[in-house]
C-alpha cells in the first residue's frame, strides 16, 4: 500500500505510484469492502448498525470512485453523530491521506489508533502519514508493530525494510522486504532495487546484480529503470575490476629488553643465574613483505598464492636475528546462510624459520574456517589448524629433549563491532595439542584472547589492544629440570602476551604504528619463567 507524499522521502526514489491504495480497515481487499457496503446501502438497516455506519457505508463508496470531498462531507457527519466512530476517524485518515494531506490525517489516525490500538491496519495507516511529512522516528515503531502482527499487508515490508536501510540495518532490511508483499509495480521495483543494495552493503555482489536485474524486469518502462541500469552496470564493472594483487610493506625499529629470553631472577635453580649472566638486550630494524594474488575471483570464490618474509637484525646480538619465509596457498567461498553472509575457506602454508642464518624450524601447516556475519554488530569465526614442525636439532639430541611435534588446535572468535567496523571488541578461545617426539615439550593448552579497537575523532588515529593468555599443561614430568630434582616436576607454563598499539594512517596507503608488547610467561620451572618487553616504531605501506 503507498500513498504520494508531498515530498519525497530524504534517500527514496523519486517514484510515485499510479494510483492510490487504501488501506482497509480489515485485512481483507477492498473490493471485498465496496461489496460489503454496498449490501448495507440494499439492505434495511438492522438493529446493530448505526446512523453513523451508513455515512461511513456511503463515504467509503465516495471514496472508491475518487469524491474525496464528498466522503469527508459524510465521514464529518459520522462523527457529529457519534465521535469515537473507529471506522470513521480511520476512513478520515484514509480520505485525507489520499488527498496528499497527511498533517491533517494524523490526528484522526491517532484517534482511531487510540480506540483500537492492537488493529495492525490502523498502525501501519498512521505510519503512513508520519513517514511521508518524513517523520522517520515515529512511524518507524507503528510500522514495525504492524510487520509484526501482520507482515503480509500490502506494501508495509517495503516501509520498514526502507526505514531499516536508512539505519544501516542492512539484514534488517532483507528481511522486512521478503517478508512483506506488493502489488503496486513501483514498490515491487523499488523493494527489489533496495533489496540489491542491502544485499551489496553485505558483500554478495551476485546476489545483489540479480536483485536489481529483477527491480528492471518488474518495470521496464518506468523511469527508475535507466538509473537501476546503471547501478547494475557498475556493479558488474566494480566485480570485474577488483583488484587482485595485495601487497605490504613494513619498515621499523625496536628495542627489546630480553632478547635471549633470559629467566627471570631465581635463586632456587643454579642454572638461572648461569644464564642471566649474558647480555641480552638490544636496538634493532625489522623488515617485513607480503604479496598475495587472487588467481582465481568469481562472485563466490577466490583462490590466492601468496609469500611473506619478515627478517629482524639486532644491533647489540646479531645471533639472534631471524628470518622468515612463509608461502601459501588458500580458497574461500562466499555463500549466506539466510540473509547472513557467510564465508568458508582453507588455507596451506609452509614456513621456514631462521636464526642467525641456520634454520632453525620449518612448519607445514593446514587450516580450514567459517566466517558468519549475523549482523552489522557481531561476526562469528570457526577455525581448525594442524601444523608439522621440523626443528633443526643436534644429532646428539636426547629423545626427551626432541622438540618435533604435530600441533591440533580448534577455536572460535567473537567479534562485537561499532560504527561500521571503527570500533571493536573481541573474545575468542583455542585449544591445542602439541604431540611432540619428547616428552619434554609434550602439552595441552587452552589459550583465552580478548582485544579491541577504539578510532579517535581526531585523524581517525586507532588505539587497539591485545591480550594473550595461553595456558600450558605438559604432560610428562621435565626428565631435566629443575636441575636440582630432574624427574620431580611436571611443567606448568601461563604465557601472558599484552599488546598495545596507536596506528595513524597516512597519504598515500601509508600507516605509522607504535607497539608495546609485554610478555610474562609465569612457570613452575624456573628456567622457562620469563618477561620480555618490546618497543616497536614501525612505518608501513599497503597496496
Given at each position: 500500500?503507498?500513498?504520494?507524499?508531498?515530498?519525497?522521502?530524504?534517500?527514496?526514489?523519486?517514484?510515485?505510484?499510479?494510483?492510490?491504495v487504501?488501506?482497509?480497515?480489515?485485512?481483507?481487499?477492498?473490493?471485498?469492502?465496496?461489496?460489503?457496503?454496498?449490501?448495507?446501502?440494499?439492505?434495511?438497516?438492522?438493529?446493530?448498525?448505526?446512523?453513523?455506519?451508513?455515512?461511513?457505508?456511503?463515504?467509503?463508496?465516495?471514496?472508491?470512485?475518487?469524491?474525496?470531498?464528498?466522503?469527508?462531507?459524510?465521514?464529518?457527519?459520522?462523527?457529529?453523530?457519534?465521535?469515537?466512530h473507529?471506522?470513521?476517524?480511520?476512513?478520515?485518515?484514509?480520505?485525507l491521506?489520499?488527498?496528499?494531506?497527511?498533517?491533517?490525517?494524523?490526528?484522526?489516525?491517532?484517534?482511531?489508533?487510540?480506540?483500537?490500538?492492537?488493529?495492525?491496519?490502523?498502525?501501519?495507516?498512521?505510519?503512513?502519514?508520519?513517514?511521508?511529512?518524513?517523520?522517520?522516528?515515529?512511524?518507524?515503531?507503528?510500522?514495525?508493530e504492524?510487520?509484526?502482527?501482520?507482515?503480509?499487508?500490502?506494501g508495509?515490508?517495503?516501509?520498514?525494510?526502507?526505514?531499516?536501510?536508512?539505519?544501516?540495518?542492512?539484514?534488517?532490511?532483507?528481511?522486512?522486504?521478503?517478508?512483506?508483499?506488493?502489488?503496486?509495480p513501483?514498490?515491487?521495483?523499488?523493494?527489489?532495487?533496495?533489496?540489491?543494495?542491502?544485499?551489496?552493503?553485505?558483500?554478495?555482489?551476485?546476489?545483489?546484480?540479480?536483485?536489481?536485474?529483477?527491480?528492471?524486469?518488474?518495470?521496464?518502462?518506468?523511469?527508475?529503470?535507466?538509473?537501476?541500469?546503471?547501478?547494475?552496470?557498475?556493479?558488474?564493472?566494480?566485480?570485474?575490476?577488483?583488484?587482485?594483487?595485495s601487497?605490504?610493506?613494513?619498515?621499523?625499529?625496536?628495542?627489546?629488553?630480553?632478547?635471549?629470553?633470559?629467566?627471570?631472577?631465581?635463586?632456587?635453580?643454579?642454572?638461572?643465574?648461569?644464564?642471566?649472566?649474558?647480555?641480552?638486550?638490544?636496538?634493532?630494524?625489522?623488515?617485513?613483505?607480503?604479496?598475495?594474488?587472487a588467481?582465481?575471483?568469481?562472485?563466490?570464490?577466490?583462490?590466492?598464492?601468496?609469500?611473506?618474509?619478515?627478517?629482524?637484525?639486532?644491533?647489540?646480538?646479531?645471533?639472534?636475528?631471524?628470518?622468515?619465509?612463509?608461502?601459501?596457498?588458500?580458497?574461500?567461498?562466499?555463500?549466506?546462510?539466510?540473509?547472513?553472509?557467510l564465508?568458508?575457506?582453507?588455507?596451506?602454508?609452509?614456513?621456514?624459520?631462521?636464526?642467525?642464518?641456520?634454520?632453525?624450524?620449518l612448519?607445514?601447516?593446514?587450516?580450514?574456517?567459517?566466517?558468519?556475519?549475523?549482523?552489522?554488530?557481531?561476526?562469528?569465526?570457526?577455525?581448525?589448524?594442524?601444523?608439522?614442525?621440523?626443528?633443526?636439532?643436534?644429532?646428539?639430541?636426547?629423545?626427551?629433549?626432541?622438540?618435533?611435534?604435530?600441533?591440533?588446535?580448534?577455536?572460535?572468535?567473537?567479534?562485537?563491532?561499532?560504527?561500521?567496523?571503527?570500533?571493536?571488541?573481541?573474545?575468542?578461545?583455542?585449544?591445542?595439542?602439541?604431540?611432540?617426539?619428547?616428552?619434554?615439550?609434550?602439552?595441552v593448552?587452552?589459550?583465552?584472547?580478548?582485544?579491541?579497537?577504539?578510532?579517535?575523532?581526531?585523524?581517525?588515529?586507532?588505539?587497539?589492544?591485545?591480550?594473550?593468555?595461553?595456558?600450558?599443561?605438559?604432560?610428562?614430568?621435565?626428565?631435566?629440570?629443575?636441575?636440582?630434582?630432574?624427574?620431580?616436576?611436571?611443567?606448568?607454563?601461563?604465557?601472558?602476551?599484552?599488546?598495545?598499539?596507536?596506528?595513524?594512517?597516512?597519504?598515500?596507503?601509508?600507516?605509522?604504528?607504535a607497539?608495546?608488547?609485554?610478555?610474562?610467561?609465569?612457570?613452575?620451572?624456573?628456567?622457562?619463567?620469563?618477561?620480555?618487553?618490546?618497543?616497536?616504531?614501525?612505518?608501513?605501506?599497503?597496496?
Amino acid at each position: 500500500m503507498m500513498m504520494s507524499p508531498k515530498r519525497r522521502p530524504r534517500g527514496a526514489l523519486a517514484v510515485r505510484p499510479r494510483q492510490p491504495v487504501v488501506l482497509c480497515m480489515r485485512p481483507v481487499r477492498l473490493l471485498l469492502i465496496v461489496a460489503l457496503v454496498a449490501s448495507w446501502l440494499s439492505a434495511q438497516a438492522s438493529a446493530q448498525n448505526t446512523e453513523a455506519d451508513v455515512y461511513v457505508a456511503q463515504a467509503v463508496l465516495e471514496y472508491s470512485e475518487g469524491k474525496y470531498d464528498a466522503a469527508l462531507a459524510n465521514l464529518r457527519k459520522a462523527l457529529e453523530t457519534e465521535p469515537d466512530h473507529v471506522e470513521a476517524l480511520y476512513f478520515t485518515g484514509v480520505v485525507l491521506m489520499a488527498k496528499n494531506d497527511p498533517a491533517q490525517a494524523v490526528p484522526f489516525l491517532e484517534k482511531a489508533r487510540a480506540r483500537s490500538r492492537n488493529d495492525p491496519t490502523i498502525a501501519f495507516q498512521l505510519g503512513l502519514a508520519y513517514f511521508a511529512q518524513q517523520q522517520y522516528d515515529r512511524a518507524e515503531p507503528l510500522l514495525e508493530e504492524a510487520l509484526r502482527s501482520q507482515p503480509t499487508l500490502d506494501g508495509l515490508g517495503y516501509y520498514v525494510g526502507f526505514l531499516r536501510y536508512r539505519k544501516k540495518d542492512y539484514r534488517g532490511a532483507l528481511d522486512a522486504f521478503r517478508a512483506g508483499r506488493a502489488s503496486n509495480p513501483d514498490l515491487q521495483q523499488l523493494t527489489k532495487f533496495y533489496s540489491g543494495l542491502s544485499l551489496g552493503v553485505l558483500g554478495l555482489p551476485g546476489q545483489a546484480a540479480a536483485e536489481i536485474d529483477q527491480a528492471i524486469r518488474a518495470a521496464p518502462a518506468s523511469a527508475f529503470t535507466g538509473p537501476a541500469e546503471r547501478l547494475r552496470d557498475s556493479m558488474v564493472a566494480a566485480r570485474q575490476g577488483r583488484r587482485r594483487l595485495s601487497a605490504e610493506l613494513r619498515l621499523g625499529f625496536f628495542y627489546d629488553d630480553n632478547v635471549a629470553v633470559v629467566p627471570n631472577a631465581d635463586d632456587s635453580e643454579p642454572l638461572v643465574a648461569a644464564l642471566r649472566r649474558a647480555k641480552t638486550r638490544s636496538t634493532g630494524e625489522l623488515f617485513g613483505l607480503r604479496a598475495d594474488y587472487a588467481w582465481l575471483k568469481t562472485d563466490q570464490w577466490e583462490a590466492t598464492i601468496g609469500y611473506s618474509f619478515f627478517t629482524t637484525y639486532n644491533n647489540d646480538l646479531p645471533s639472534f636475528n631471524i628470518m622468515s619465509h612463509l608461502a601459501n596457498v588458500g580458497l574461500t567461498y562466499r555463500t549466506a546462510v539466510g540473509n547472513m553472509p557467510l564465508l568458508l575457506g582453507g588455507q596451506y602454508a609452509f614456513d621456514a624459520l631462521f636464526l642467525d642464518q641456520r634454520w632453525f624450524v620449518l612448519r607445514h601447516t593446514g587450516s580450514a574456517f567459517a566466517s558468519l556475519v549475523e549482523s552489522d554488530r557481531y561476526l562469528t569465526q570457526a577455525f581448525a589448524r594442524y601444523q608439522n614442525k621440523n626443528f633443526n636439532q643436534p644429532i646428539d639430541t636426547v629423545r626427551e629433549e626432541n622438540r618435533d611435534a604435530n600441533n591440533w588446535m580448534i577455536g572460535l572468535t567473537q567479534l562485537f563491532r561499532f560504527s561500521e567496523d571503527r570500533h571493536y571488541v573481541k573474545l575468542g578461545y583455542q585449544f591445542d595439542w602439541d604431540d611432540t617426539v619428547g616428552q619434554n615439550y609434550d602439552y595441552v593448552g587452552s589459550r583465552i584472547l580478548a582485544g579491541g579497537q577504539y578510532t579517535l575523532p581526531w585523524l581517525a588515529i586507532r588505539l587497539k589492544y591485545d591480550l594473550d593468555v595461553h595456558l600450558r599443561n605438559y604432560q610428562r614430568k621435565n626428565s631435566l629440570l629443575p636441575s636440582p630434582a630432574p624427574g620431580t616436576l611436571q611443567r606448568r607454563d601461563s604465557e601472558i602476551t599484552n599488546i598495545v598499539r596507536a596506528e595513524l594512517p597516512l597519504p598515500y596507503s601509508f600507516t605509522l604504528a607504535a607497539e608495546y608488547q609485554r610478555t610474562n610467561n609465569i612457570s613452575n620451572i624456573a628456567v622457562f619463567d620469563y618477561t620480555r618487553n618490546v618497543y616497536t616504531l614501525m612505518l608501513s605501506w599497503s597496496y
